[in-house]
Nanobody
Framework: QVQLVESGGGLVQPGGSLRLSCVGSGSAFSFNAMGWFRQAPGKQREWVAV???????TYADSVRGRFAISGDNAENTVYLQMNNLNPVDTAVYYCNGQKNGVNFWGKGTLVTVSS
C-alpha cells in the first residue's frame, strides 16, 4: 500500500520559514511527479508546486519567489522550502504523488503563520 507521510509543519511568525518533507513508501514504482497542495480553513484545496521526474518545477503565482520545491522522484521524496511566510499561507499542506494519472495523497501537515 502506497503511503505518503508529511512532516515539518508548525507555528511560525510572519516573515519566517519552514521546510516541509514528504516521504513515500510501499510502492514498487517511482512517481512521475510529486508536489504540494494546501487547503486553508473554509477554502478549497489548491495546488502549490510540482516537481517532475525530469527535474522541472512549477509554482502557483501566490508562492512563486517565496517557496522552493525539490526532491528525488526515484526515492519518492519531495520537500517544500517556504520563506517569507505570511498569514494567508496558513493551511494544511498535502503531499501529492502522481503515477500514470493516478493521484496519491498524504494526510497533511498543518502550517500556521501567526504572531
Amino acid at each position: 500500500q502506497v503511503q505518503l507521510v508529511e512532516s515539518g509543519g508548525g507555528l511560525v511568525q510572519p516573515g519566517g520559514s519552514l521546510r516541509l518533507s514528504c516521504v513515500g513508501s510501499g510502492s514498487a514504482f517511482s512517481f512521475n511527479a510529486m508536489g504540494w497542495f494546501r487547503q486553508a480553513p473554509g477554502k478549497q484545496r489548491e495546488w502549490v508546486a510540482v516537481f517532475t521526474s525530469s527535474g522541472s518545477t512549477t509554482y502557483a503565482d501566490s508562492v512563486r519567489g517565496r517557496f522552493a520545491i525539490s526532491g528525488d522522484n526515484a526515492e519518492n521524496t519531495v520537500y517544500l522550502q517556504m520563506n517569507n511566510l505570511n498569514p494567508v499561507d496558513t493551511a494544511v499542506y498535502y503531499c501529492n504523488g502522481q503515477k500514470n494519472g493516478v493521484n496519491f495523497w498524504g494526510k497533511g501537515t498543518l502550517v500556521t503563520v501567526s504572531s
